[in-house]
Structure formats: C-alpha cells, structure tokens
C-alpha cells in the first residue's frame, strides 16, 4: 500500500534540487502528502472497524435505503457548492471582504437547499415506496445545511495549505462519528445508525474550520464576488452535476427498478472497492490542486511533476487490482460477514477498474490546477454518457447486478482514454507518449502478478479465507518488491536503510 515516506523519497530524489520552483512544489506536496496520510492511514483500521460492525448489526435493506438516501443529498450539496471551493483555492486575488460575501452566499443559498430538501422527502419517499425514508430524509436536511456552510471555511483551510490540522480534524471527527454510530447500532437504532457518522461530522467539520478561519455573515448575495469567480466556478459546477450523475445514476436506478436488498449488496461491494482509491490518491488529490494552482502558468513544469505521480500511482493501482480481483471473496466475507456473499461478485468484476480509478482520480486536480475547467467539464460530459449508457444497458437489458458492474468497469475505462487525451491534448498540450511511458512498467507488473496468483488460487482455495487472503497478499507484495528493486524504478533498499 502507498506510504507518505515513499512518497517522500521518492520526491527528494528526482534530481530537482537545482530548480527553486520544482524544490518549493517537492516541499509543499511532501508536507501534504505526509499529514494527509497520518489521517488517511490512522482511519483505515477504523473504517474497517466500523463498517465491519455495522455489516453484521443491520441489513443489506438498511444500507440500501440509507444509501439512495445519501445520494440523493449529494446532489442538493453541489447546488450550495457551485464549483466555489475550488475556485477559491484558485483564485489568489480574492479579499477578505469577497470572502465574507461568498460566506453569506453559501449560508443563504444553504438555508434555501436545506428546507426544500426537507419537503422533498414525501415525494422521495413516495417513489420508492419506502416509509423509512420520509424521517431518513428530513434529518439528512441536518447534513446538508452544515455542509454548505463550512465550504468557504474548508476551502480556505486547502488554500493555506494547513494539511497537519485538516489531517488531525479528519481523524477525530472520524472517530468520534465512527464510535457514536456503533454504539447507536448496538442499542438498536437500527438504519438511524447509518446518518449519525455523516450528521454528527458535517456539524463537527464546520464547528472546527470556522473557529480556525471564522466569517462574518451578512444580508447579501454576494453577487459581485461571485462574479470575480464565475468562469473558473461554472464549469466546475457543471462537472459537479455530470460527474454526480456519472458515479450515482446506478445506485438510483437499482434501488428503484430493483429493491433495497440489492441495492444493499451493490452499494456495500462499490464501497469497498472504493476503499483502496480513497486511501491512497485521496492522500495525494487534496494536496495537488492547492500545490500545482501556484504553478498555473507553466504547463511544463506542472506536467513532468504530475507524470512522476502517475507512473507512483500506477505501480500501485494495477497490481493492486489484479490482487483484488483474485481476492474478492476473502476480502468481502472477512469484512462483512456471510450474509455478504452475493456481493462478492460484485466487487471482483468492479475490482478491474481500481488501477485506472486510482490514476485518473487525480486528473480534476491537475484540470483546476492549470486553469481549465472547461476541458474538466468536457471530460465529465463524455464521462457521464458513457457511464449513464452502461448503467441502463446492464440494468434493463441482462437485468443483473453482475452485468451493470461489467458495464460500469467497462465505461470506466473508456472515460480513462478520453480523459487523459483531453488532458494532453488541450490543456498540457503535450505528446500522450510521455503519459504511454508511465504505464508501460506497471502494466508489466500486473502481468506477472496475475501469472502468479492465477496459479497458485486453484491449489489454497480450500484453505480457511484469513490463510488464503495472507498468501496472496504475500506473494502479491514479494513480486512487486522485488520487481521495482531489479528494474530500478524505486530503490526500496535505499528507503529501508534510510529508516533504519
């Protein structure tokens, strides 16, 4: 798995030192990465923890009513964001008084979401023919207020680049949710246990980010300051509204045209496929944008840094998904428990995309970064096609869970193309070979790892999961150690000396 320190060796090798613009970007991403990881790493155990005991206390129905539920606030919160986060870490000209007017307009158009999200749960309930959802809903409303209000705190947070104190947030807001939920679950709170993790942390992560950058509300609109910030924040929210659709359009569709319960098996395999992508690039992703925005105007520089992270990312996540393709079964009945065994599946055929997922997850970054949002919009709107057709192929012609998950890894991987073309092509606007040389190593790797681990499942298949799952991991972690010390792409005897 990824580690803050490789990361960090790796950087403070690359031959950069003579550059003082490339050492300033080295020195930023090392700190980011380093803090963000504490958070990320420290909480995986937890998540584990968490979601592990809730899987075995409620059912696959509960995480599926609760799970429609949660996407549909998703969507309400991109219309409190409007892309203004990330137009805030861009833009470097905004005041203090811009601020408090984009503050105000956060709050007021928060209120507005939070209330007509509050009625909107009759009809929400009355499409999916689900009472439970009518309260689920109304408190959710809770969430989506808080969320609003701590976008231009947590922004600003991103902006100062204060990774060490969103790190050390992340993880206690995590664990004070985390602990609450379980002890809600125990004494029988049933599905309500699944909305107090997200309820109790957007209250927390606003209380925390105000107090460290507070804002002054005012009776305004703010018009004039959300102007400065309109092109960048308009195709941004466009993105916002594709991509939304893109990642969610599947769990609506299954949870409407299917029922709960296999919307429950869906969800919980999604998830933990998702698992890997957000411990790893999402250590990485958060630094990029507010890092590489202070280089916008050098497409070179900001390129060959970026390709360093993709040709890192890549040794990871492509083997990594080969691993879980192979692994699926241990992985998923260890976590969850037996009556998980029809997400099993599931998550094996979702696992293929889990390298490219883990590559392109970084790619917004980079679109924010060098100021084109446009191209990042461009990208969601194929993306979103692409992945709205595979979805309503798999559900409405082969009818099953496994066909719509084939479907979404198989648009996966076209939306990979076409964004990294869209990428090169126009933004950087550099030869996709220099992107083609960071991938041909890792694929290898992968190559070799599937060999190995497609000849040795057959003969550990009937040993007991914890066993099996140890010696494919073995064998995975042996042949990838062993593979980047013999061709030189990362000196791990270098790294194992310097922390000793």
């Not at 947070?157 to 379980?182: E, N």
């Not at 990485?284 to 050098?298: A, G, L, N």
């Not at 992985?331 to 599931?346: A, D, K, Y």
Request: net charge positive; aromatic share 16%; proline share 3%.
């Amino acid at each position: 798995m990824f580690h803050a320190k490789q990361f960090a060796f790796y950087y403070s090798n690359l031959s950069l030192k003579d550059n003082p613009i490339m050492t300033s970007i080295k020195k930023d991403l090392i700190s980011g990465v380093f803090y963000t990881a504490i958070a990320k790493y420290s909480g995986i155990l937890i998540s584990l923890v968490i979601a592990g005991i809730l899987a075995r206390l409620l059912t696959p129905d509960e995480f599926g009513i609760v799970a429609v539920v949660t996407v549909i606030v998703s969507f309400f919160s991109i219309f409190s964001d409007f892309g203004i986060a990330a137009a805030i870490i861009q833009n470097k000209e905004l005041q203090e008084e811009d601020l408090t007017r984009i503050f105000s307009f956060t709050i007021w158009s928060g209120v507005i979401l939070t209330i007509l999200f509050f009625f909107s749960s009759w009809p929400i309930s009355f499409f999916y023919k689900e009472s439970s959802m009518l309260v689920i809903t109304q408190l959710l409303s809770i969430n989506l207020f808080f969320a609003s209000a701590n976008i231009v705190p947590n922004a600003l947070l991103y902006k100062a680049k204060s990774f060490k104190f969103i790190a050390w947030r992340s993880l206690g807001v995590q664990i004070a949710g985390g602990t609450i939920a379980i002890v809600a679950a125990l004494c029988g709170a049933g599905l309500y246990a699944l909305i107090i993790n997200p309820i109790l942390s957007s209250i927390l992560l606003f209380i925390i980010s105000y107090r460290r950058f507070p804002q002054h509300l005012k009776m305004t609109w703010g018009i004039a300051s959300i102007k400065k910030i309109f092109t960048f924040s308009a195709y941004q929210f466009m993105f916002n509204i594709i991509n939304y659709f893109s990642r969610n359009l599947d769990k609506l569709l299954i949870g409407r045209y299917m029922d709960m319960t296999f919307l429950g098996y869906y969800e919980k395999s999604y998830r933990l496929m998702m698992l890997p992508l957000q411990n790893i690039t999402h250590v990485i992703t958060p630094v990029m944008h507010p890092v590489f925005s202070d280089y916008q105007h050098d497409l070179n520089r900001l390129a060959t840094s970026y390709e360093k992270i993709i040709r890192l990312l890549a040794f990871i996540g492509i083997p990594l998904s080969v691993f879980l393709w192979f692994s699926a079964s241990e992985i998923t009945l260890i976590v969850f428990g037996e009556q998980w065994i029809p997400s099993i599946s599931i998550f094996q055929i979702l696992s293929i995309s889990v390298g490219i997922q883990i590559i392109m997850s970084t790619s917004g970054s980079i679109f924010q970064a060098s100021n084109d949002t446009r191209s990042l919009f461009i990208c969601g709107v194929f993306s979103s096609i692409i992945n709205v057709t595979g979805i309503c192929f798999g559900l409405f012609f082969f009818k099953t869970l496994d066909a719509i998950s084939w479907c979404i890894a198989t648009t996966f991987s076209i939306s990979f193309l076409q964004c990294y073309y869209q990428m090169y092509h126009t933004t950087l606007r550099r030869s996709m070979i220099h992107f083609w040389k960071q991938l041909l190593s890792p694929v290898l790797l992968g190559a070799i790892v599937f060999l190995a681990l497609y000849a040795i499942t057959p003969v550990i298949e009937t040993m007991p999961r914890l066993i099996s799952l140890t010696i494919k991991g073995i064998i995975f972690a042996t042949i990838g150690i062993i593979y980047v010390q013999a061709t030189k792409e990362y000196d791990l005897i270098k790294i194992l000396k310097s922390k000793i």
